[in-house]
């Protein structure tokens, strides 16, 4: 199967959309060549600023910019989520300014550049804001969607992008703050979102090779989250596993927490990064290390099971 990183198709986006909207601003914080915002910039030279190693100016500035008329797309490495926050807070989500963060390297698959640069927090983060919605895409094909999507929204978005290549799915009906089902079943539900998609399907064939009927449902977006299909699975299924490449905290298994709380009877359980940060590390081996590979999740759902 074909793979790109996200971060990859996150940059191509840009550009597209840069064709589309003149309206369209870029604005990095001195890593366009791995957040891949340098195509846009080579396309629209004009139209990029290169803010320097300096995060909060760069939101700052975004946030003047929207108020312009413009559309600006923030990028840096979603570690530094937490240097600018502050910015994110006051400057644009307590105004509700129309400006867009797609900020790439988030979790453990970042590698070798250890648990100081793995973003394990971001989504919690962003969630937490008043009226921001926050995409995690899985593949190449739905951060096409995100961006697009971003930028017609009126307000704040967070796009979480990954620096490894992962599988490219066909391309799947896409609406903003509605799941996806990928697979029906009766046994258990895995919901999942992020490149963790393709270690979520291998835990459904692991799950399927002991005659277990698992369904499976993806989360493009966790901001406005899809209570309804998770309730609607929960109840179908008994079991819920939340499959994610963020802590345990914050993420997607306290937005299904939050949708099954006063529901129902479930047996339900995260997976994830268990309230501990990230170490250097080959990529497939950190997964191992933290208990996400297909093989393992898949292996934890059936012991639960």
């Not at 559309?71 to 502050?86: E, L, M, N, Q």
């Not at 807070?89 to 970042?110: M, W």
């Not at 969630?127 to 919605?133: D, E, Q, Y």
């Not at 899809?226 to 109840?235: I, T």
């Given at each position: 199967?074909?793979?790109?990183?996200?971060?990859?198709?996150?940059?191509?986006?840009?550009?597209?959309?840069?064709?589309?909207?003149?309206?369209?601003?870029?604005?990095?914080?001195?890593?366009?060549?791995?957040?891949?915002?340098?195509?846009?910039?080579?396309?629209?030279?004009?139209?990029?600023?290169?803010?320097?190693?300096?995060?909060?100016?760069?939101?700052?500035?975004?946030?003047?910019?929207?108020?312009?008329?413009l559309?600006?797309?923030?990028?840096?490495?979603?570690?530094?989520?937490?240097?600018?926050?502050?910015q994110?807070?006051?400057?644009?989500?307590?105004?509700?300014?129309?400006?867009?963060?797609?900020?790439?390297?988030?979790?453990?698959?970042?590698?070798?550049?250890g648990?100081?640069?793995?973003?394990?927090?971001?989504?919690?983060?962003?969630?937490?804001?008043?009226?921001?919605?926050?995409?995690?895409?899985?593949?190449?094909?739905?951060?096409?969607?995100?961006?697009?999507?971003?930028?017609?929204i009126?307000?704040?978005?967070?796009?979480?992008?990954?620096?490894?290549?992962?599988?490219?799915?066909?391309?799947?009906?896409?609406?903003?703050?509605?799941?996806?089902?990928?697979?029906?079943?009766?046994?258990?539900?895995?919901?999942?979102?992020?490149?963790?998609?393709?270690?979520?399907?291998?835990?459904?064939?692991?799950?399927?090779?002991?005659?277990?009927?698992?369904?499976?449902?993806?989360?493009?977006?966790?901001?406005p989250?899809?209570?309804?299909?998770?309730?609607?699975?929960?109840?179908?299924?008994g079991?819920?596993?939340?499959?994610?490449?963020?802590?345990?905290?914050?993420?997607?298994?306290?937005?299904?927490?939050?949708?099954?709380?006063?529901?129902?009877?479930?047996?339900?359980?995260?997976?994830?990064?268990?309230?501990?940060?990230?170490?250097?590390?080959?990529?497939?081996?950190?997964?191992?290390?933290?208990?996400?590979?297909?093989?393992?999740?898949?292996?934890?759902?059936?012991?639960?099971?």
């Open positions: 199967m074909e793979k790109k990183a996200v971060r990859v198709a996150y940059g191509e986006a840009l550009v597209r959309l840069g064709a589309k909207n003149d309206k369209v601003v870029v604005l990095d914080a001195d890593l366009a060549q791995a957040t891949m915002t340098k195509d846009f910039k080579a396309a629209y030279p004009d139209r990029f600023y290169d803010c320097g190693i300096a995060e909060a100016d760069m939101v700052d500035i975004a946030a003047g910019m929207s108020t312009m008329g559309i600006p797309f923030c990028s840096t490495f979603a570690v530094f989520a937490g240097r600018s926050y502050d994110i807070r006051n400057g644009v989500c307590y105004p509700h300014f129309n400006v867009k963060f797609g900020f790439s390297h988030a979790g453990i698959t970042l590698g070798e550049d648990g100081s640069h793995q973003a394990i927090e971001d989504l919690a983060l962003m969630r937490v804001l008043p009226g921001m919605t926050v995409f995690a895409p899985s593949d190449a094909n739905e951060c096409y969607q995100c961006v697009e999507a971003a930028a017609k009126d307000g704040p978005v967070y796009i979480r992008t990954a620096r490894l290549p992962s599988p490219i799915y066909d391309e799947r009906p896409f609406e903003v703050g509605k799941g996806q089902v990928l697979r029906d079943g009766k046994d258990c539900v895995i919901m999942t979102c992020g490149i963790m998609l393709e270690h979520a399907l291998e835990a459904v064939e692991v799950l399927k090779a002991q005659g277990k009927d698992p369904a499976l449902l993806n989360f493009h977006t966790l901001k989250f899809d209570d309804a299909l998770a309730l609607a699975y929960a109840q179908k299924t079991n819920v596993f939340t499959v994610e490449e963020h802590s345990v905290i914050g993420g997607l298994g306290d937005a299904v927490a939050a949708a099954l709380c006063g529901k129902g009877c479930f047996s339900f359980e995260k997976i994830g990064i268990n309230d501990i940060f990230g170490q250097s590390g080959k990529p497939a081996d950190l997964l191992v290390e933290y208990g996400l590979s297909g093989k393992q999740i898949g292996e934890r759902i059936l012991a639960r099971l």
